[in-house]
């Protein structure tokens, strides 16, 4: 009873999630990439080809397999997730950029999703592979991830004036439904979760750790702005793990490769608040000292 409740009130949550994001994209986010080339290029290669590889990396490392393994790298195909332009804001990245990126990111996702799983199904679930690229999965991805947040880009296009007055509630409860989504997901796999507890907080946390580092110090070291690298690495260190559990839960019905979204989810917090501080602190000290006021 508590897996059909999960699976069917999943799809409705992320798509609530989704359509907040939609409140908040205009075309323009999308049209945005040709101010900052170089800097979406640079994230957008991170994301697809670099965190895939090191999550490979770090599966091999930790010795995960089977469908915690495949729910580690469905996690790494995910994009940059709601709390990424929070934690962008307060660490002083280019927040125009984030939401660029997760507009652009959602997109590919539809695409490399898919893919993804596909390779994952058949290097560590004894090769049912093609499950991953059935059109009617393909169709179930597309539409949770694709279609509420074109409603909300319609909605926001023809009502602007409620949408702008809707965002902070949305975002709220968007908040409060991943909580749900991640407590859901912790809930029904407990028995797979305190049997790999250790080497899951382990990998996520390494995991998000090395994202926040690549999406930082690539961008810095082909020289892309202080704060667009900020940007990047919040877009990047920050998966959608709402997205990870609900295309393992519902779109691919197998609930223990949710675990791995559902770890991350909490423990990501963590690094991706501790980078926000000292990427804040470190922007404070670099900028010049006011002149000293000739009054008084």
Not at 155 to 168: A, D, I, T, Y
């Amino acid at each position: 009873m508590g897996a059909t409740v999960f699976a069917v009130l999943l799809p409705m949550a992320l798509a609530l999630v989704m359509f907040g994001l939609g409140l908040t994209l205009t075309t323009e986010d999308f049209a945005r990439v040709l101010r900052y080339p170089k800097a979406a290029v640079i994230a957008l290669v991170c994301q697809m080809i670099l965190l895939p590889a090191v999550c490979l990396g770090l599966i091999r490392l930790f010795g995960l397999d089977g469908a915690l393994a495949a729910g580690m790298l469905l996690l790494a195909a995910s994009p940059g997730g709601a709390s990424a332009n929070l934690f962008s804001h307060i660490a002083g990245g280019n927040v125009a950029l984030n939401i660029t990126l997760t507009a652009i990111n959602s997109v590919l996702a539809v695409f490399t999703m898919p893919v993804v799983v596909a390779l994952s199904y058949a290097m560590f679930l004894d090769g049912a592979g093609s499950v991953g690229l059935r059109p009617d999965k393909f169709a179930q991805v597309f539409a949770i991830v694709l279609v509420p947040v074109a409603i909300g880009m319609a909605v926001h296009r023809r009502f602007p004036e409620w949408s702008r007055r809707m965002r902070g509630a949305v975002k709220i409860l968007s908040v409060v439904v991943l909580a749900l989504v991640i407590a859901a997901g912790v809930g029904s796999n407990l028995d797979t979760l305190s049997e790999h507890i250790g080497k899951l907080s382990a990998i996520c946390l390494s995991f998000a750790v090395i994202s926040l580092a690549v999406g930082y110090f690539v961008p810095r070291l082909a020289r892309v702005e202080t704060d667009q690298a900020i940007a990047s690495a919040m877009e990047i260190g920050v998966h959608n793990a709402a997205l990870a559990i609900a295309v393992a839960a519902s779109v691919l019905d197998n609930e223990t490769m949710a675990v791995p979204g559902a770890v991350y989810g909490v423990l990501m917090n963590i690094p991706a608040a501790l980078a926000a501080y000292l990427l804040a602190r470190r922007a404070r000290r670099e900028q010049p000292a006011p002149a000293p006021s000739m009054a008084g």
